[in-house]
């Protein structure tokens, strides 16, 4: 082949050798500045192999002289988010969760900081508008089972529903009736007939009087004689309009048979103060929070009254 | 052609760049010099007096008469204050300006070519900078041909530094429509302007030294798309400078040897002041081209010319493609009348003022204030305990006014509805609310409305706004109320 090159006259330029039917190649060099950008590109990338992580190696891969990770770069942004975010995250963690609502700089910065953690740590459970879903409270509405109320709402956060190694937990437990054979089925049938006519769902019938009698022998003691629950218990309103679990017989008669236990983290050990501080500001700013209760001792300043309450709660099953 | 040497040398003059022929244009005077002299004036002063204007507009808006606020979005003209939503007024001001220019050259040819484009005023005011400097072109001849001494390299450093200057003033200028003028200036000199501030005066200082002292005539030759589309708009109706060749041609140098001889004449006397004058270097006696534009000195230098030989003055003048059919065939040519109003013109006229009138009339009838409802759209509604039905909306009310307003918030349709915002509740629930808006800002509300009513699913209302005060003013926007899922 390499005898057949040869200089093409009219072009100047060699040829590569090569001859198809008479046909010749001519060897055309590379634009210089071609040439010269690919030259740059190889000294680029070998710089580029030293000074950052490149070359795989068994077990490891190189590590390059500048130390750059993307771990490293990820930490260094988070760290300085929390470094911009930090005065106002002190300011929330140096207020009590009581006084929160009387700066309202700080509480819309809570509430903000309250949405993104929602979004991260509540969605799954509660829905990403918090609208929840059956046996997952709706944290818009105004019904609560344990109180709406931001330091109470804060209590719940930090020890959970039905922890266990936590006696500060929220524990409502229900009894079995059906499971326990407390009650047979015929009585559980009436007292969800009944439990229906007092959320006027259905119409007074016979079997009204008969669970009324059930309802105010068994189910009394923690829904209340009148049937609208109890908070420190953490007994369910019977008589709204909003079901946990559902209102119609079926379920109702389910749940009396076999009780509900759901269940929820306790924020307080998992996530840092001030961030659950910022979830409770953000739940309770959904439409339903309610006013603090006035003159009275905020419950989670108070582990005893709240013993006492789960003391309540044991001993009512 | 067919020799095949001849070829060759064609294509040995023919290259992909042409390398510029130096223009050294001769200074002149006469009456459109002295046109281009009081344009410049009105332009430059326009351009550097307008940042500094003040404008009272109260305690809650910018007192700069004109002003591009880009960080707050808004742009201020004297009275005029315009948000982002209603960018179409600059819109069109654009097209006005578009169909201005076509009723422009229409009438008068490329006269914002010669006369009010700012290249042709930064460029002419180069010219002046390097005469002042370097002399008539006679003498920037000669020193552009001197060898290189000290003398030759001082006035080029004085030269540059002050088109320079006339650089950094020009783009300084330009940054003080962007924010408050006096204080951005004090900023500027101590060094504490934004980046963006001395960037964009670099880059116009960059810009108008290239295209003022160094590119000049090459920018409206190859760069400007302009000449290209007037030479598509002008017709045989639109003033153009021509060189009227019936009456100047044959050329003679030598008038009265030639008269001796009994040889015919034009009043051309082939001195080529028109071509020194030029300042794009071309020569208006080869007809029409795309390298004039019509800046008529070559006018005043020939009238001047004209004037000493006793001839009639206008053997270049300006004159429309007919007139010169007319005149070179001896006809009296047509009134300035005919020519101005003609249909051409008379559209362009009346698109370009319909437009203008449009533009008044809805800025005269713009509503300063404006509301928007956005729906929670999760969750859609809420159900509270007594089974009344909750939806939250997010409330926007935009104040364009320079003032607090106090508004009020209403609902239109669905007469059971009640509604509060935050920090209210349920008790103290209405079917209106009343709020401060700020000046010249939008407001942002959380409201919630409860509806008592089972039915029917959806139900369609609106939320109205009113201004309270004496200017009054009022909008609304439709909405849905939700009451169960999967409707």
């Known amino acids: 082949m390499a005898e057949k090159k040869r200089i093409d006259e009219p072009t100047g330029t060699e040829t590569v050798g090569h001859e198809w039917d008479g046909i010749e190649e001519l060897d055309t060099p590379m634009p210089r500045w071609w040439l010269f950008t690919f030259y740059a590109c190889i000294i680029w990338a070998i710089g580029y192999t030293v000074i950052y992580p490149a070359w795989p190696m068994i077990s490891d891969a190189t590590k390059g002289v500048s130390g750059w990770t993307s771990r490293g770069a990820l930490d260094a942004e988070m760290k300085a988010q929390a470094d911009r975010t930090a005065p106002i995250r002190n300011a929330i963690g140096a207020t009590p969760i009581e006084q929160l609502s009387n700066d309202p700089k700080l509480l819309q910065a809570a509430v903000e900081g309250g949405k993104a953690a929602f979004k991260v740590y509540c969605v799954q459970c509660h829905g990403s508008g918090a609208a929840g879903s059956k046996g997952y409270p709706n944290l818009n509405d105004d019904d609560w089972l344990w109180g709406g109320d931001i330091a109470t709402i804060h209590t719940t956060l930090v020890n959970g529903v039905r922890q266990p190694n936590n006696d500060l937990t929220r524990m409502s437990i229900m009894p079995a009736f059906g499971r326990d ?137 | 052609m067919s020799h095949p040497n001849n070829v060759k040398e064609v294509e040995e003059d023919l290259h992909l760049y042409a390398k510029r022929k130096a223009v050294y244009p001769k200074a002149v005077d006469g009456w459109f010099r002295r046109l281009k002299w009081l344009i410049m004036v009105v332009t430059l002063t326009i351009y550097y007096v307008t940042p500094w204007l003040r404008w009272d507009r109260g305690a809650y808006a910018p007192d700069q008469a004109v002003l591009v606020d880009l960080a707050h979005r808004r742009f201020f003209m004297f009275s005029i204050e315009i948000w982002p939503h209603e960018f179409y007024y600059v819109a069109g001001l654009l097209i006005m300006a578009g169909i201005g220019l076509f009723l422009l050259t229409s009438a008068v040819g490329r006269a914002w070519c010669g006369y009010a484009c700012p290249q042709t005023v930064w460029t002419d005011l180069f010219v002046h900078v390097e005469r002042f400097i370097d002399g008539d072109r006679n003498a920037q001849i000669r020193l552009a041909n001197a060898p290189l001494s000290l003398s030759k390299i001082t006035r080029r450093l004085i030269k540059h530094g002050l088109w320079l200057m006339i650089a950094v003033m020009t783009g300084g200028a330009w940054i003080f429509y962007f924010a408050d003028a006096p204080s951005l200036l004090h900023d500027f000199v101590d060094g504490r302007a934004p980046f963006i501030a001395y960037a964009t005066v670099g880059v116009l200082t960059a810009t108008t030294y290239t295209f003022g002292g160094l ?179 997010t409330i926007k009310v935009r104040n364009m006014e320079a003032r607090p307003r106090q508004v009020e918030i209403g609902l239109l349709g669905m007469d059971d509805a009640r509604m509060w915002a935050e920090p209210g509740d349920r008790d103290t629930a209405q079917r209106t609310i009343r709020l401060v808006v700020a000046p010249d800002s939008v407001s942002k509300d959380r409201i919630y409305v409860i509806s008592k009513a089972p039915e029917p699913a959806r139900e369609e209302f609106s939320f109205t706004v009113r201004a309270l005060d004496k200017q009054g003013g009022s909008d609304s926007d439709k909405v849905t109320f939700d009451r169960a899922e999967g409707q």
């Not at chain 1, 910022?278 to 108070?302: C, F, K, Q, R």
């Not at chain 2, 004039?292 to 300006?318: E, F, N, S, W």
Request: proline share 6%.
């Open chain 1, 181 to 317: 054979a407390i009650l047979q089925p015929g009585e559980i049938s009436d007292v969800a007939d009944y439990v229906r006519t007092v959320s006027h769902q259905q119409p007074v019938t016979g079997a009204r009087q008969r669970g009324a009698a059930v309802f105010a022998a068994n189910c009394a003691v923690c829904h209340g004689p009148d049937g609208k629950g109890m908070r420190a218990m953490g007994a369910p309103n019977l008589t709204d309009a909003i079901w946990l679990y559902g209102g119609d017989k079926a379920t109702i008669v389910q749940t009396v048979t076999n009780s509900r236990y759901g269940v929820m983290p306790a924020w307080g050990p998992r996530l840092d103060a001030v961030t659950v501080k910022m979830l409770a500001a953000y739940v309770h700013s959904l439409g339903g929070g309610e006013a603090l209760p006035t003159a009275t001792a905020p419950i989670d300043a108070n582990p005893a009254a709240a013993e006492n309450v789960q003391e309540a709660n044991v001993a009512s099953k």
């Open chain 2, 215 to 393: 590119m000049r005539e090459q920018v409206c030759i190859y760069m400007c798309p302009w000449p290209r589309i007037q030479t598509a708009m002008m017709d045989e109706k639109s003033l153009a400078v021509t060189y009227k060749d019936w009456r100047g041609e044959p050329r003679s140098r030598g008038m009265k040897k030639a008269l001796e001889e009994g040889v015919p004449t034009g009043d051309c006397i082939d001195c080529n002041q028109c071509v020194q004058v030029c300042p794009t270097g071309i020569d208006i006696r080869e007809g029409p081209q795309i390298g004039c534009i019509t800046c008529a000195l070559c006018i005043d230098a020939c009238d001047k010319v004209m004037h000493q030989l006793g001839k009639p003055r206008g053997l270049i003048d300006y004159i429309t493609l007919l007139d010169a059919e007319e005149e070179a065939m001896g006809h009296p040519r047509m009134p300035v009348r005919k020519r101005i109003f003609r249909p051409r013109t008379i559209i362009y006229f009346s698109i370009w003022g319909a437009i203008g009138l449009a533009m008044m009339f809805s800025l005269g009838n713009r509503t300063r204030i404006d509301i928007s409802a956005l729906k929670d759209r999760n969750p859609l509604f809420v159900k509270l305990s007594d089974g009344t039905v909750r939806n939250a909306f």
